[in-house]
Nanobody
């Protein structure tokens, strides 16, 4: 069974930083692409960044590249999302997703979801 547990959300002021963590199991880490997605109030879920933990290939949404950095730690079976210079528009529930597809930013191709963690950016 694939399990994904997100932590690290919270309230931060605009311009601040947060690091989200997605903890999973070793089999998931070895066989799935793992990505971060977000869903803002009233909007559709969108892909943020994703990584292949076995070769560390990373992919980013064009609009977020530069402020957000995804990374993985094989010793902890954990994927991180470092978010810098946060803006109120980044307020959303952030979800971790695992997928077998190489198109790892596509919401419709995610096979498993975590429960999400809320990030609120105040102005």
């Amino acid at each position: 069974e694939v399990q994904l547990v997100e932590t690290g959300g919270g309230l931060v002021q605009a311009g601040g930083s947060l690091r989200l963590s997605c903890a999973t199991t070793e089999p998931t880490f070895e066989h799935y692409e793992i990505g971060w997605f977000r869903q803002a109030p009233g909007k559709e879920r969108e892909g943020v960044a994703c990584v292949n933990p076995t070769d560390d290939m990373t992919y980013y949404s064009d609009s977020l590249k530069g402020r957000f950095t995804i990374s993985s730690d094989s010793a902890k079976n954990t994927v991180y999302l470092q978010m810098n210079n946060l803006e109120p528009e980044d307020t959303a529930v952030y979800y971790c997703g695992a997928m077998l597809s190489l198109h790892c930013l596509r919401v419709d191709l995610v096979d498993y979801w975590g429960k999400g963690t809320l990030v609120t950016v105040s102005s």
